[in-house]
Protein backbone atom coordinates (compact mmCIF):
# COMPACT_ATOMS: atom_id res chain seq x y z
CA UNK A 1 0.00 0.00 0.00
CA UNK A 2 1.20 3.13 -0.92
CA UNK A 3 0.14 6.99 0.78
CA UNK A 4 0.81 10.08 -0.46
CA UNK A 5 0.52 13.05 1.71
CA UNK A 6 -0.15 16.70 0.73
CA UNK A 7 0.61 19.94 2.52
CA UNK A 8 1.36 23.70 1.63
CA UNK A 9 -1.85 24.52 0.54
CA UNK A 10 -4.10 27.72 2.35
CA UNK A 11 -5.08 31.29 1.38
CA UNK A 12 -3.09 33.90 -0.45
CA UNK A 13 -4.06 36.94 -2.56
CA UNK A 14 -4.30 37.30 -5.63
CA UNK A 15 -0.42 37.92 -7.18
CA UNK A 16 0.78 35.66 -4.22
CA UNK A 17 2.71 32.51 -4.12
CA UNK A 18 2.50 29.00 -2.62
CA UNK A 19 4.68 25.77 -2.54
CA UNK A 20 2.42 22.80 -2.47
CA UNK A 21 4.14 19.09 -1.15
CA UNK A 22 3.80 15.48 -1.49
CA UNK A 23 5.61 13.08 0.33
CA UNK A 24 5.07 9.32 -0.85
CA UNK A 25 5.41 6.12 1.99
CA UNK A 26 4.88 2.38 1.80
CA UNK A 27 6.16 -0.69 0.03
CA UNK A 28 6.94 -0.21 -3.99
CA UNK A 29 9.26 -0.67 -6.38
CA UNK A 30 9.65 2.32 -8.11
CA UNK A 31 7.87 5.64 -8.84
CA UNK A 32 7.00 6.53 -12.48
CA UNK A 33 5.17 9.19 -13.30
CA UNK A 34 4.06 11.95 -10.19
CA UNK A 35 1.61 14.89 -10.99
CA UNK A 36 -0.42 17.19 -9.67
CA UNK A 37 -3.79 17.99 -10.42
CA UNK A 38 -7.17 19.90 -9.29
CA UNK A 39 -10.13 20.57 -9.14
CA UNK A 40 -12.70 23.54 -8.60
CA UNK A 41 -16.11 23.98 -7.11
CA UNK A 42 -18.59 22.24 -9.68
CA UNK A 43 -15.61 21.11 -12.24
CA UNK A 44 -13.82 18.13 -13.16
CA UNK A 45 -10.48 16.93 -11.79
CA UNK A 46 -7.60 18.34 -14.40
CA UNK A 47 -3.97 17.76 -15.04
CA UNK A 48 -2.00 20.75 -13.60
CA UNK A 49 1.30 19.21 -13.94
CA UNK A 50 3.09 15.98 -14.21
CA UNK A 51 6.87 15.30 -14.31
CA UNK A 52 8.64 11.93 -14.70
CA UNK A 53 11.23 10.31 -13.07
CA UNK A 54 13.97 11.50 -15.35
CA UNK A 55 12.33 15.30 -15.03
CA UNK A 56 10.77 15.48 -18.09
CA UNK A 57 7.65 18.14 -17.36
CA UNK A 58 4.21 19.28 -18.32
CA UNK A 59 1.65 22.00 -17.93
CA UNK A 60 -1.46 22.69 -18.66
CA UNK A 61 -1.69 25.89 -20.38
CA UNK A 62 -3.21 27.97 -17.73
CA UNK A 63 -0.09 27.37 -15.23
CA UNK A 64 2.48 27.80 -18.01
CA UNK A 65 4.79 30.16 -16.74
CA UNK A 66 3.69 30.56 -13.19
CA UNK A 67 4.03 27.34 -11.70
CA UNK A 68 7.00 24.92 -11.29
CA UNK A 69 6.74 21.23 -10.64
CA UNK A 70 9.67 19.47 -8.91
CA UNK A 71 10.81 16.15 -7.52
CA UNK A 72 13.28 13.88 -5.24
CA UNK A 73 13.57 10.77 -6.06
CA UNK A 74 15.56 9.74 -3.12
CA UNK A 75 12.84 11.16 -0.86
CA UNK A 76 9.97 10.37 -2.87
CA UNK A 77 8.47 13.93 -2.77
CA UNK A 78 6.82 16.28 -5.46
CA UNK A 79 6.71 19.79 -4.92
CA UNK A 80 4.76 22.12 -6.56
CA UNK A 81 5.57 25.75 -6.56
CA UNK A 82 3.00 28.52 -7.36
CA UNK A 83 3.51 31.97 -8.72
CA UNK A 84 1.71 34.79 -9.35
CA UNK A 85 -1.44 33.16 -8.33
CA UNK A 86 -4.79 33.94 -9.99
CA UNK A 87 -8.05 34.05 -8.04
CA UNK A 88 -9.08 30.99 -11.01
CA UNK A 89 -6.19 28.78 -9.76
CA UNK A 90 -8.50 28.37 -6.45
CA UNK A 91 -9.06 24.62 -6.26
CA UNK A 92 -8.03 21.43 -3.95
CA UNK A 93 -4.80 20.14 -5.07
CA UNK A 94 -4.58 16.26 -5.69
CA UNK A 95 -1.20 14.70 -5.81
CA UNK A 96 -1.07 11.23 -7.90
CA UNK A 97 1.98 8.88 -8.51
CA UNK A 98 2.29 5.94 -10.85
CA UNK A 99 3.37 3.33 -8.73
CA UNK A 100 5.67 0.63 -9.88
CA UNK A 101 4.87 -2.34 -7.45
CA UNK A 102 7.23 -5.50 -6.18
CA UNK A 103 4.37 -7.79 -8.19
CA UNK A 104 5.47 -5.67 -11.46
CA UNK A 105 1.96 -3.59 -11.71
CA UNK A 106 1.54 -0.23 -12.51
CA UNK A 107 -0.58 1.50 -10.14
CA UNK A 108 -2.23 5.00 -9.30
CA UNK A 109 -2.30 6.45 -6.11
CA UNK A 110 -3.94 9.68 -4.65
CA UNK A 111 -3.29 12.27 -1.76
CA UNK A 112 -6.45 13.51 0.30
CA UNK A 113 -6.44 17.09 -1.43
CA UNK A 114 -5.00 20.39 -0.12
CA UNK A 115 -7.54 23.49 -0.58
CA UNK A 116 -5.92 26.59 -2.59
CA UNK A 117 -7.71 29.44 -2.11
CA UNK A 118 -6.74 32.62 -4.02
CA UNK A 119 -9.04 35.76 -2.77
CA UNK A 120 -8.18 39.17 -1.51
Known amino acids: QVQLVESGGGLVQPGGSLRLSCAAS????????MAWYRQAPGKQRGLVAV???????NYTDSVKGRFTISRDNAKNTVDLQMNSLKPEDTAVYYCNARVLTWEKYIMDYWGKGTLVTVSS
Open 26 to 33: GSFLSIDD
Open 51 to 57: ITYYGST
